[in-house]
């Protein structure tokens, strides 16, 4: 069992940054392959980004180059840096592991987090 708790959602506006961190129990981000999706109100979940367990990482297409996904394994701790923001960034962002190979934002993830809520304001 996997748990996994989310911070640094708010307010921003247009243009600003945030970065959100995802605490994951035990030795997950070691062992997981670990990911951020979100889900803005009346659309499906997204994939934002994904790290896998020896540090490769894979983005959405429409998300790179603003955001980055990092991890500190001594911290337990996952983290997504978003830049540049735009209001249609605006959603709860999750943090999901996975057990296994490969490490995508296609895979039926395991565990989730209860979610950080982002506001982007024009």
């Known amino acids: 069992q996997v748990q996994l708790v989310e911070s640094g959602g708010g307010s921003v506006q247009a243009g600003g940054s945030l970065t959100l961190s995802c605490v994951a129990s035990?030795?997950?981000?070691?062992?997981?392959?670990m990911a951020w999706f979100r889900q803005a109100p009346g659309k499906e979940r997204e994939g934002v980004a994904t790290?896998?367990?020896?540090?490769?990482?894979t983005y959405a297409d429409s998300l790179k180059g603003r955001f980055s996904i990092s991890k500190d394994n001594v911290k337990g701790t996952l983290y997504l840096h978003m830049n540049r923001l735009k209001p249609e960034d605006t959603a709860m962002y999750y943090c999901?592991?996975?057990?296994?190979?490969?490490?995508?934002?296609?895979?039926?993830?395991?565990?989730w987090g209860q979610g950080t809520q982002v506001t982007v304001s024009s």
């Open positions: 035990g030795n997950a981000l070691s062992n997981y392959c």
């Open positions: 999901a592991a996975i057990l296994g190979w490969p490490c995508t934002l296609t895979r039926d993830y395991s565990y």
């Open positions: 790290m896998g367990r020896g540090g490769i990482t």
